[in-house]
């Protein structure tokens, strides 16, 4: 009994002073931490417009150029996810510095050089599902706007999804240009379509089972895909 | 006192001697076996009884039970050889009587010999457990007489000879054969079956393969069956007249498998007599003998069902498909409700109203008025017809026969919400005409399809029946009112329809008469007066009118038309010649129904009380009208009706369709939305088959538009897809 009082007495004794330890490590880093977000806001200033302090679309179009990446490249958009950047084309302080601080970028060319991690990151499984719904969020630019056009739509696969299921976005880029049923895409048939692709054996389609209550439209796609195979 | 020995004294039983005559046994013995001989030779009367009793007592008593055992069985072999021999001595026919003769004697003297034993068999028999007198009796007659080598096939063979000729139509000596038979019986049920009647079921079953072979070949189903079924008679008969009443299922199964069996499928189709001609030909004896025969058989019965259900689904399935049907809804379904007499008696008739097959005619019917997509819309029009004018002078019952037969056809919709919106449509003309015969029947349907559906299907139907009788008494509430004040002016009949109650129609108005209209507007503010908060606008695309004209010669008629029929006559009390232009400006009638009422008023013979130029059978929109001095006609009342298609043209087909379709859509999805409330979470299948199940009383909803619905309710966060199994969904309180 005496023993156990004893270790218990001594655990705290140890991580005060561990904790003394961190506590200086940390003060030093954020003293370093205040710095860099300095330099960070500075940053956003550079490009923010004046009257609204946000960087607005011109904003970031002159922030790609300085990054000389192209403000259609789909890791603009991951910029914005990482951001966590909720209006499409704009981004406010707060957002700014969640995402620069997590790439530890406070330049241009920092955080420049960090956009290839930023896209290794995104691409990672346990993210991209998350980025892949981002992406249509980030498109509902309007209050209570449920769905997206087609023709945004197929752009949005294009961009999002086109270079790792270039067959499966092709197709479905095509049927949904040729069918008439549907003039606008919800969250639900977005989801579906990734699972689609992450599921079912392409072009071969083996493993589709419409018991398996995928939604409607892939159905009918399904069902284009064969009736044009055979 | 170990030292001392115990002696134990046992007193001896005191021993009798008897003293016997050792020649006692074999003296006795031969008193016996005399006597024996004697009952044989039927020497018994002089015989003592009392006697030879005695003495087989004695020889019992005295030990000699074994001696007296043996001796009884040689005398009684000995003798059985002796008839043995004398009846297979017996020539043709009276071998069997001989047969029987010395089997009741055996069984006299058995008896006879039994009695003077009895002692023996009642201490000395079961001791030594021994077969009793009497069935050792049974027993030598069986081994020595009855299977002897020359009796046992002799025997076999003459009865089976004996039942051949009966098969033939000989008559044979069925008590002889039956005293034959009972013997073998007597002898033990398996002398019976071996010796008998297992070669009787071999022989029967070649004799019936061979000739219903014969019968196949020469006869039509029906001769075969009437055959197969006297057969089958003979044979019941033939057992309850000299055979054991045991072997009557298995001689009946023996010609069931032979004559039925074997031939089932061959008979059912045969060619120009087979089941379907019977049905077609109305054979109901012969169907009920089918039916009779084949339920005795394994499966015989599902051959014949299967049969007659593929028979009703194809007549079904041309009857409902064929153009030429379509062209008249009411022969239509009159067609569909003979289809279901004819079945309904040939099941009651000969089928013995058999449950399965009553489940096979409905789901026949079910299968096939469901092919064409405008069965609802007929059996509606059906009923309208009946309705209108088909019911007329017929009696109560009769009416009551006729609208169960339409609810029978009525159960068999998948669709009944398409049923009940043309039942809407057609009622509401029906009240709103004037034109409904019976208001009883009108009235009982409508309870029937309560009854059927529940009070939401029919709450609509019953408002509008409240809508007649309400406006009947605002009518009589505002003459009673305004009466004396309209004088001699036009007189007004308004129903005052609920919004919501009455199918929905386009609302489309024209302008009234200025003699009408005036009293148009006192009526609604006279109503409005007395009904605060409502709306009231002119449905003059349901209304009608009589109207008085004088024309050429002064000859007077009273017109029946429609309130757009009236209005564009109105316009010739003050002209005599105007152009179409000049008509619809005037009455603001929208053109298609211009055209339709124009035409009815100057095209049709008899009923032209406007002349066009030019004369055509269409109305054109550069066209003249003129009022036809000239019109004549035999009657005083004049109808003019307006030229519509009495069933709905195919685009009004696929609006009322379209209609169908966007009602169902919150029916689908608040039946969706209760199951996944009390559920919580299900898979698609089962939301799917339960949505089903909670509709089918209404309509079958297309599980693709259940998938739909489903989707729908996700977009609008009623439900959600779990997030591991797709096939889930959740609901989100």
Same mark, same amino acid.
């Given at each position: 009994m005496r023993r156990a009082a004893t270790r218990k007495a001594g655990q705290p004794n140890s991580t005060s002073v561990n904790s003394s330890a961190v506590d200086l490590f940390r003060s030093a880093s954020s003293r370093a931490s205040t710095k860099e977000l300095e330099r960070i806001d500075s940053l956003f200033y550079s490009y923010a417009n004046a009257s609204s302090g946000l960087i607005d679309p011109e904003g970031i179009e002159s922030l790609c150029s300085d990054m000389e990446?192209?403000?259609?490249?789909v890791r603009i958009l991951m910029l914005a996810w990482k951001m966590k *950047? =909720? /209006? +499409?084309g704009y981004f406010n302080l707060e957002e700014w510095r969640t995402g620069l601080k997590s790439l530890r970028a406070d330049t241009v060319s920092k955080l420049k050089k960090a956009l290839p991690d930023l896209e290794k990151e995104v691409r990672r499984p346990s993210n991209f599902v998350d980025f892949y719904s981002y992406a249509f969020r980030y498109c509902?630019? =309007?209050? /209570? +706007?449920k769905s997206i056009d087609i023709e945004s739509i197929c752009e949005l696969l294009d961009l999002v999804l086109g270079s790792q299921f270039h067959h499966q976005v092709n197709a479905f880029v095509e049927y949904l240009k040729i +069918? *008439?049923?549907? /003039?606008v895409i919800n969250m639900d048939q977005w989801m579906g379509f990734f699972r689609f692709c992450n599921e079912i054996s392409f072009?071969?389609?083996?493993?589709?089972? *419409? =018991?398996?209550?995928?939604p409607l439209i892939l159905d009918n796609f399904v069902e284009w895909l064969q009736a044009k195979q055979s | 006192m170990s030292a001392q020995k115990k002696r134990n004294f046992q007193i001896e039983a005191f021993k009798h001697?008897?003293?016997?005559?050792?020649k006692y046994a074999e003296k006795t013995w031969k008193i016996l076996e005399h006597a024996i001989h004697e009952i044989y030779n039927h020497n $018994? #009367? %002089? !015989?003592s009884f009392e006697e030879l009793y005695r003495n087989a007592y004695n020889m019992v008593l005295h030990k000699f039970g074994e001696k007296l055992y043996s001796g009884l069985v040689n005398t009684m072999s000995f003798h059985l050889k002796e008839i043995s021999k004398g009846i297979e001595a017996a020539q043709g026919e009276l071998f069997l009587v001989e047969l029987n003769r010395k089997w009741a004697d055996h069984n006299k003297a058995l008896q006879m010999i039994r009695d003077i034993l009895m002692y023996m068999d009642r201490t000395f028999i079961p001791s030594t457990h021994k077969t009793p007198v009497h069935e050792l009796g049974l027993n030598l007659w069986r081994d020595v007489?009855?299977?002897s080598s020359k009796t046992q096939t002799r025997l076999r063979d003459t009865l089976l000879e004996l039942v051949y000729m009966e098969r033939s139509g000989e008559v044979i000596n069925r008590g002889l054969m039956r005293n034959i038979i009972k013997m073998l019986m007597d002898l033990g049920s398996s002398v019976y079956q071996e010796d008998f009647e297992k070669h009787f079921l071999d022989v029967s079953a070649d004799f019936y393969r061979l000739e219903s072979q014969q019968f196949i070949e020469s006869c039509d189903c029906g001769d075969y069956l009437k055959k197969a079924e006297r057969r089958l008679n003979e044979e019941i008969e033939r057992v309850s007249h000299? !055979?054991?009443? @045991?072997?009557e299922p298995k001689i009946t199964s023996v010609v069931e498998k032979e004559m039925i069996e074997s031939h089932m499928q061959r008979l059912v189709h045969?060619?120009?007599? %087979?089941l379907v001609n019977m049905f077609v030909d109305d054979k109901y004896e012969d169907l009920g003998r089918m039916y009779n025969l084949f339920r005795r058989v394994p499966s015989g019965l599902s051959i014949v069902r299967d049969v007659m259900t593929s028979y009703i689904r194809d007549t079904g399935k041309q009857l409902v498909t064929d153009?030429? @049907? !379509?062209?008249?809804p009411v022969d239509y379904v009159q067609r569909l409700l003979d289809l279901k007499d004819k079945y309904d008696k040939v099941i009651s008739l000969a089928f013995n109203n058999d449950k399965t097959f009553q489940n096979a005619l409905n789901s026949s019917f079910e299968y096939f008025i469901n092919?064409? $997509?405008r069965s609802p819309e007929f059996i509606s029009l059906f009923v309208d017809d009946k309705l209108r004018r088909?019911?007329? %002078?017929? #009696?109560e019952e009769d009416i009551e026969i006729v609208l169960d037969k339409v609810m029978m056809l009525f159960r068999y919709l998948q669709e009944k919400d398409v049923f009940e919106k043309y039942y809407k449509q057609h009622l509401a003309k029906r009240l709103l005409s004037g034109k409904t015969v019976s208001d009883d029947a009108e009235r009982s349907l409508i309870v029937k399809l309560k009854t059927e559906c529940g009070y939401q299907f029919t709450s609509k139907l019953e408002g509008m029946f409240t809508d007649m009788k309400t406006s009947q008494d605002t009518m009589q509430g505002f003459y009673a009112r305004f009466g004396t004040e309209l004088g001699e002016g036009p007189t007004l009949v308004v129903q005052v329809l609920t919004t919501g109650s009455w199918p929905t129609q386009a609302s489309t108005t024209c302008n009234l008469p200025p003699e009408i209209l005036g009293i148009c507007e006192k009526f609604k503010s006279y109503y409005l007066g007395t009904h605060t908060g409502r709306r009231l606008s002119w449905q003059t695309n349901m209304g009608s009118a009589d109207l008085k004209a004088t024309f050429g010669k002064g000859q007077k008629h009273e017109l029946n038309v429609s309130t757009y029929q009236m209005c564009v006559l109105m316009l010739f009390n003050n002209a005599d010649r105007l152009s179409y232009r000049d008509i619809e400006q005037a009455t603001e009638i929208p053109a298609v129904d211009l055209k339709r009422c124009l035409q009815s008023l100057a095209c049709v013979k008899g009923r032209n009380v406007l002349r066009k130029e030019?004369? #055509?059978?269409d109305i054109a929109e550069d066209d003249a009208f003129f009022f036809n001095d000239k019109f004549t006609s035999k009657l005083y009342k004049v109808k003019i009706g307006?030229?519509? $298609?009495q069933r709905e043209s195919e685009p009004e087909n696929q609006e009322t369709r379209q209609r169908v379709e966007e009602d169902r859509k919150p029916q689908i999805e608040a039946a969706i939305v209760r199951i996944m409330k009390a559920r919580r979470v299900l898979d698609h299948n089962n939301i799917v088959t339960e949505v089903t199940k909670q509709l089918q009383s209404r309509f079958l909803p297309n599980p693709v538009v259940i998938k739909k619905r489903i989707e729908s309710l996700i977009e609008r966060e009623f439900l959600e897809r779990d997030k591991e199994d797709r096939k889930l969904y959740r609901y989100l309180a």
């Open positions: 990446v192209n403000h259609t490249d *950047s =909720e /209006k +499409q509902l630019t =309007e209050e /209570k +706007q +069918q *008439s049923d549907y /003039k072009p071969d389609l083996s493993n589709y089972d *419409s =018991e398996l209550a995928w | 001697r008897v003293v016997v005559d050792p $018994a #009367s %002089g !015989l007489v009855i299977h000299y !055979l054991d009443a @045991r072997s045969m060619e120009n007599s %087979g153009p030429d @049907r !379509l062209k008249d092919l064409n $997509a088909g019911l007329r %002078g017929v #009696s030019p004369m #055509s059978k307006t030229v519509v $298609a």
